[in-house]
């Protein structure tokens, strides 16, 4: 199976291509607000270098969020288009879950990787991943959300709180955000295993955020959504709704009549 | 020679362009502001397929487009009217697609343009035809080359008044692609005083339609607004009338609908006076005969009537039916036809333009 990813909700934008032997083809262009522009010349370029025409893609897997509202639309516009016109099926990968799936070095059973994504506005957008398995292909599946933030699961919640910052002793505190809410029950399951950070919105630290690891890869979401397609994820591009996690940002004007000419 | 400039030179493909002719179909899409919209259009005239998905009952509660807003719903929207744009065509993609995808890339909101941008890109892509990036001002003036209403192709050159809710603007068309900018506003469109008097009258946004349908109940002679700079060359501007408004509004508070109603006329006249007075000169100091009406405004009736009524005179008129005059995606696809003919198709890595001007020569 033939995968495309494409990546582009965070200040980054990139393609990645997978197949049955892994990552054949990336490109990742890290400049902001290049989204709209950089996109479908990287989707022709891994195209053109893996030797591959689109239509032999069977899926296209997309970064739906959280992350960047204007990136991550761009990255689903493109992967809806794409998907319509070749007439396949999209995968939705969550951005939190690619960048703790493409964290290296190989991690071992019960070690828990943390994804903390910078969402402006002092608020990050942020998961925790345990690893359940040594064996690569089930550490794959094994990453499951293990959430933290109040023992709620943090996509019910919406982000919308302050979250963050405590965490442990040995990652000191988590970028710009004041006080970290995370329950301490919920922290006790962790202190077994090591710990990574990853992404832009952690603090770099002794084992925290190696390079490359600021946001997600092309290539992770291309692996994953390809593990993910396999496994019968992959629906009609219409059907893919992008992760924003917040509402927008708009206040209802006072009544006409009601303010002072 | 780096082995590396080898490879980045082979992402250029020179493909042979297909003509480009009557039959030429061309999928449009418009993401520019508030409307989702996509259209398919042959030859950049025949209308096949025109679907424009209003966003204006999401943005109505906060007085006008938010951004973050249009930008989610263009996302949400898109895909469904591209669907039935092609569908209403009787397009079958992908096995028969259109043969190019033209879309707007600006002027707009940014994060708006993205989405339609992103989607065109990667539909040409897919489809292996040519990508076209269209100026959304530049697209107006080509609602009125679509054949709605049997009317005749315009001659050219024409000047084209183009009003909408961000531009006021007088432009010489000489030719097809060139474009000279007579005159402009010097602070706000036509269609923001509009919007912004009907937000005084309490009428609600959008402003425009309101105003125009409450004016045909009122006096136009009512009030005598002021007709800001009509004596003054070919620059706009109508700030001072929206105070004017505002200042008489708290003199005589207009407590009953004939009292408003008589405003939304008497308002309506003078933004109609101004912009059908300036028109005629750019006509005059130019000696050109032919004359346009383009953008959102273009839909409002009082100023389709004065220019139907100059048609009578020693004018050629071209009005684009009401539908083609606000933003739409056949007018994008007619513009994306026309600059594949002259110019051949846009680069895939054509970045959208949120203060992009009309293409002067």
Redesign the interface.
Known sequence: MLVLGIESASDQCGCALANDDGVVAETRLALPR????????Q???VC??AGVA?GDIDAVAVDHGPGL??GL??????????A????IGVVAVNSLEALAFGSAPPLESGEVVISVLDARRGEVFWAAYQVCASDLEDVIHGRKPKHTGRGKDPFENGFNTRLLCLLLPRVDTLRGMGDLIFDPDGLEMYTAGRLLFVGNGAISSDETRPDGLRYPSPAAVALLGREKALAGAAVA??AVE?L?LRL??????NQ??SAA? | MPRGSD?AA??VISVTPAPVGAATAVLGIETSCDETAAAVVAGGREVYSSVVTSQIDLHR???GV?P??A??A??QL???A??QALADAEID??SQ?PDAVAATAGPGL??A????????????????VP?VAVNHLEAHLYAAFLNGAGQSIPSLPMIVLLVSGGHTMLIEMTAHGRYELLGQTLDDAAGEAYDKVA????L?YPGGPAIDRLAAEGDPEAVRFPRPMLADGLDFSFSGLKTAV?VH??RHPATDRAAQADIAASFQRAVVDVLATKTLRAAEDRGISSLCLAGGVAANSELRARFEALGSQDYQVFIPTRAMCTDNAAMVAAAGWHQLQRQGASP?????NATWLIPTT
Do not use: C, N
């Not at chain 2, 895939?348 to 959208?352: H, K, R, S």
């Open positions: 290049r989204h709209a522009e950089a996109l479908a010349p989707m022709r370029f053109e270098q689109l509202y204007t639309r761009a990255g689903l516009a493109t992967a809806k288009a794409a319509a016109a070749l007439g591009p219409d992008p924003y927008p940002d708009a206040q209802v004007p006409p009549g000419p | 490879r082979s992402i509660a906060f007085g938010v973050e807003i930008g989610r263009h996302l898109l895909p469904a591209v669907s993609a992908p697609p940014l994060g343009l993205v989405v339609g941008l992103s989607a065109a890109k990667a539909l040409a892509l897919a489809w292996d990508f937000r005084l009258l309490g609600g505002a509004l708290r895939l890595d054509a970045a959208p």
